[in-house]
Structure formats: C-alpha cells, structure tokens
C-alpha cells in the first residue's frame, strides 16, 4: 500500500515537473511533430481498420437478435450508433492505443534510460522529463480527431454491414442513427477522450522514466505499463460516467 501511494505520488510530481524549465521552442518544435507522426498518425491504420470492422460487427449483432418483428430495424443503426460513440471509440480504441503507443513510448524512454542517454540529458542541464514527455502530451491533444475518425469508420462499417448484408435498408439506417440523438453524448464521449490522451502521454512515460535495470526489464515495464494504462482508463471511465451520466 505504502508502495503504491508511493508511486502515485512519484507520478504526479512528475507532471509537476513536466512544465517546469521547459526546452526552447525551437527544439521542442521538431520534438512535437515527430511524437504526433509517431504516436497520432502512426496509429490511424489500426484504429480505422478496428473500428470499421466492430462497427459492422455491432450492426450485424444486433440484427440477428431482433427476433421479434414488431421491433423497428432502425433499431439496429440507433444501437450501433450509441454503442460506437458512448463505448466503443472513446474507451475501447484507448486500450488498444494503450498497447500500441504506450508501450512505444515506454519502451523508447526506457532505453534511452538504460543507455544512460537521459542521465547525459541531465548532465548537460536540460530538463529530461520535460524534453521526453511534453512533446507526447501535446501530441496527444489531438487525440480527440483520432477518436472523432474512429466513431465515423465505426457508424460506417456499421451502415454497409447491416444494408449490404440484407439486415435492414439504408433509410431505415439512416432514420435510426437520427432517432433521440443526444448531443451531451458527444461532448461526453470527447471529454473522456480527452482524459484518456493525457493518461495515454504520462502513464507510460512514467513507466518509462523510472524503469531500473537492462533491456530485460524495459519489456517488462512496457507490460506493466499496458496494465496499469488499462486499468486506469477503465477506472476513470467508470468514474466519469457517473458524474456525467447518472
């Protein structure tokens, strides 16, 4: 217990740390654009390719569970559409990103802490946490575009899987992505998205900055920094469904 409290405190006084003494504009610059490259653009294949395929995925599910005929199929285009933009984009391609960038970013920091090129940061006066991971929380600042391009892909995917696949016709589709839509939802879905970016960008750089040992131990930061990316999400997801939603 002592140890966790311990680290949670060491986690945050790294954020503190974060913006203080911060590099000069012009290197941070060309540090930005490589991490949005890296972790924002490098991921747009995966994520597109995820959500188009559940997004058919939801459709198809729910048309085959709609037994009773007196239930309307515009039903299935409504269930996909709330399901892709409450759940599914904001928290589920987080935990995918969560494998994807974060143990790219762990295991990037970690090596350079393994081969001492963040002590020779330090040696050299620069501000270390800040130069390695300001550039990732401002990368990850657009995160919420990522997000907003998973949530069209997945209605998509959605609307060719059930009108291709003979489930339901495209005006029906139509008519059920429009039935009792709430706008908070999205504010909702892009708020947590938001969150989320912020926890992608410091937990593992977390893991990453303080990692002990060799290249052994920087695969087992980039687990451990999956799972506790993992179960924060999760845990913050919950909390702010219900602040938000209850």
């Not at 987080?94 to 393994?114: C, D, K, N, P, Q």
């Amino acid at each position: 217990m002592i140890k966790a409290l311990n680290q949670i405190g060491k986690y945050f006084l790294m954020i503190k740390e974060v913006f203080n003494k911060p590099t000069k504009w012009s290197v941070m610059k060309s540090l930005i654009l490589k991490e949005i490259d890296d972790l924002i653009i490098g991921s747009m294949g995966i994520v597109a390719f995820i959500s188009f395929f559940i997004g058919g995925v939801v459709a198809i599910q729910t048309a085959l569970n709609l037994t009773n005929p007196l239930i309307p199929k515009s039903l299935i285009a409504f269930a996909t559409r709330q399901s892709v933009i409450l759940e599914f984009a904001p928290t589920f391609i987080s935990i995918i990103m969560a494998g994807r960038a974060g143990s790219y970013i762990t295991s990037s920091i970690g090596t350079m802490r393994v081969t001492e090129q963040i002590d020779a940061l330090e040696v050299m006066g620069v501000n270390a946490i800040n130069y390695l991971i300001f550039p990732k929380i401002v990368a990850f600042t657009l995160y919420p575009f990522v997000i907003a391009i998973s949530m069209f892909l997945g209605i998509m995917g959605g609307w060719l899987a059930g009108v291709y696949g003979g489930f339901v016709g495209s005006d029906q589709f139509l008519e059920g992505i429009q039935t009792d839509f709430i706008p908070f939802h999205v504010f909702y879905a892009f708020l947590k998205t938001f969150v989320f970016g912020m926890l992608l960008a410091t937990i593992p750089s977390f893991h990453g900055f303080y990692m002990k040992g060799g290249a052994l131990e920087v695969g087992k930061a980039s687990t451990t920094s999956f799972v506790w990316t993992s179960v924060v999400i999760i845990t913050v997801n919950y909390i702010i469904t219900q602040l938000l939603l209850s």
